[in-house]
């Protein structure tokens, strides 16, 4: 599904479902998340975006196959659609869109009770640890992320 699909008009919540990805993380709300308007402050909810991608990285079977190199983002889209409070818990459910040499776009929506309250996506590049540069995906990291 490309962003065009998630973008949404009017305040409108997408018809995302947590089906329609593939890894998802579980994420416990804090009080500190919270803001003076005592709902989630949307600088948390990216946080827990980040957690759902460090949950797709540090899986153990992508773990060893970046031991060279590291993962930084490179750009965020994400739209609220809902406000989300406290307490509670959250899901956040992630897709790779699109792999490319050395980049992949990974599509995410935060769920709450059932219902998308974020959705966006974050493009991730793989550096050498050393250079700094863009480098290479191997066929096995690409095939875990993007299993055709």
């Known amino acids: 599904m490309a962003n065009s699909d998630i973008a949404t008009s009017k305040g409108a919540q997408p018809t995302l479902s947590l089906s329609d990805f593939r890894f998802q ?3 416990v709300l804090r009080n500190a998340d919270t803001d003076q308007f005592r709902h989630v402050n949307h600088a948390a909810m990216i946080t827990y975006f980040e957690e759902g991608r460090i949950g797709i990285f540090n899986a153990p079977e992508i773990v060893s196959l970046l031991e060279t190199q590291d993962l930084v ?3 965020i ?3 609220f659609h809902r406000e989300v409070r406290y307490p509670g818990q959250v899901v956040v459910a ?6 490319g040499s050395s980049s992949m776009t990974v599509r995410q929506a935060l769920f709450q009770g059932g219902d998308c309250v974020a959705s966006g996506e974050a493009i991730c590049v793989v550096i050498d640890r050393e250079a700094r540069r863009p480098a290479a995906m191997d066929q096995k990291t690409r095939a875990f992320l993007f299993p055709q």
């Open 77 to 79: 889209n994400f739209s």
């Open 25 to 27: 993380t579980e994420v």
């Open 94 to 99: 992630s897709s790779i869109d699109r792999v």
């Open 73 to 75: 983002v490179a750009r």
